[in-house]
Every structure is written in structure tokens, then in C-alpha cells.
């Protein structure tokens, strides 16, 4: 069966501080690997993903996350967060069948 | 690229009365769509599948009989659910997926659902 854990229910961090989002995933092969943003009363908005080849991917609004194999993880990171960066951030798996598996979801609270 | 459309945003209606949520990919065709609920301050439970011109595919534990799936075309999927009950007060969300091997399961999202039922 195929998982994800987000360790982290709800992060502050200030506005201009780097941020660092965990998530683990259980998979038994390579997994698609996502992360979405959704904020209040919205859906969610793709920001990245992990598909093959180079670990460290680029993804939209400035956020990165690498895929480490060997820890089962894909963390999410942002050099430098804006106020606008508050919302809950979702990691989610897929494998060769077409079902996401989300996280619990971590909470992005930004102070000025 | 890549939109998708949720209609209504917001609907609120009587007990016993039954509500019907559409969902359109507008740019795409979407052979795959999904359908979600989430409960305040949770993830997302992912409640049918839905493939084009085939009957949905529910997830364990959700009724078919009271969350009506129908995927006409390429582009619309939507979600009945009938004689509304408070308990199925919620958030609700709809994905497509491109078709594959560009699509590589990645699911884009419409805005929700917020269905209040009194």
C-alpha cells in the first residue's frame, strides 16, 4: 500500500525566512511524486512534481523540492517566504495506477 | 493551460433535496476525472473515479446510490448528490487528467464545492 506522511500539521515562519516542508512517502517502486498549495476555500493549485532524472525540481511561485530515494523523501523549500505563502501545502503520491494519495496536510502560517 | 471548472462554488439547500455539482476541464479533454471530499482542516478523501462514456468507480465505503456520478464527454463530469442530508455538508472537489503518457497522472484541481445542507 502506498502512503504519505507530512510530519509537520501546522509551521510559522516569518515573512523573508526560509521554509522547509517534510514529506515522507511509502512506495514500493519509483513514485510520481506532487505538491499542491490550497488556499482557503479554494482548490488546489499544482507546484511542483517529480516524475524522473533530475532530483531537484523547480516549481512555480519559487519553490523547489528534492526527491531523496534513500530517505523516502521529497521535502518542499522556499529560499525566502512571502505573507502571501500562507495556506496548507499537500504532498501527494501516484504510481502506475491514476490515484493520488495525499498527505494530512501542513499549515503555512507567514508573520510580518 | 490546464483549467478546470467547478460549478457552484457555493450552494446551500434543503434536507432531502438533491444538489448537482458539475465539473469541466476547458482547455483539455480529460478522460479521468476524480471526486473528492474534504472535511474542515483535513485532507483529501478521494470518494469515484469517473472515465468517460463508463460507470464510475467508488471508493470503499462511499454510497453510489447517493452520490451519482455521470462522465458524459471528454470535458464534464458531474456529481448528484441526492436526497441531501446534513452530514453530507462539506467541501467538495473535482480533478481531470490529461490523458497519458503527457499526462503522467497529474491531476488538476477545480476551485470546490462548499455544499451546505440545512
Known amino acids: 500500500a502506498q502512503s504519505v506522511t507530512q510530519p509537520d500539521i501546522h509551521i510559522t515562519v516569518s515573512e523573508g525566512a526560509s521554509l522547509e516542508l517534510r514529506c515522507n512517502y511509502s512506495y514500493g517502486a519509483t513514485p510520481y511524486l506532487f505538491w499542491y498549495v490550497q488556499s482557503p476555500g479554494q482548490g488546489l493549485q499544482l507546484l511542483l512534481k517529480y516524475f524522473s532524472g533530475d532530483t531537484l525540481v523547480q516549481g512555480i511561485k519559487g519553490f523547489e523540492a528534492e526527491f531523496k530515494r534513500s530517505q523516502s523523501s521529497f521535502n518542499l523549500r522556499k529560499p525566502s517566504v512571502h505573507w502571501s505563502d500562507a495556506a496548507e501545502y499537500f504532498c501527494?503520491?501516484?504510481?502506475?495506477?491514476?490515484?493520488?494519495?495525499f498527505g494530512t496536510g501542513t499549515r503555512l502560517q507567514v508573520t510580518l | 493551460g490546464a483549467v478546470v471548472s467547478q460549478h457552484p462554488s457555493w450552494v446551500i439547500c434543503k434536507s432531502g433535496t438533491s444538489v448537482k455539482i458539475e465539473c469541466r476541464s476547458l482547455?483539455?479533454?480529460?478522460?479521468?476525472m476524480f471526486w473528492y471530499r474534504q472535511f474542515p482542516k483535513q485532507s483529501l478523501m478521494l470518494m469515484a473515479t469517473?472515465?468517460?462514456?463508463?460507470?464510475?468507480?467508488?471508493e470503499q465505503g462511499v454510497e453510489k446510490d447517493k452520490f451519482l456520478i455521470n462522465h458524459a464527454s471528454l470535458t464534464l463530469s458531474t456529481l448528484t448528490v441526492t436526497s441531501a442530508h446534513p452530514e453530507d455538508s462539506s467541501f467538495y472537489i473535482c480533478?481531470?487528467?490529461?490523458?497519458?503518457?503527457?499526462?503522467?497522472?497529474?491531476?488538476?484541481f477545480g476551485a470546490g464545492t462548499r455544499l451546505s445542507v440545512l
Open positions: 482547455d483539455f479533454q480529460a478522460t479521468t
Open positions: 501527494a503520491l501516484t504510481g502506475t495506477a491514476s490515484k493520488l494519495t
Open positions: 480533478s481531470a487528467r490529461p490523458p497519458s503518457p503527457g499526462g503522467k497522472n497529474i491531476q488538476y
Open positions: 469517473s472515465n468517460e462514456g463508463s460507470k464510475a468507480t467508488y
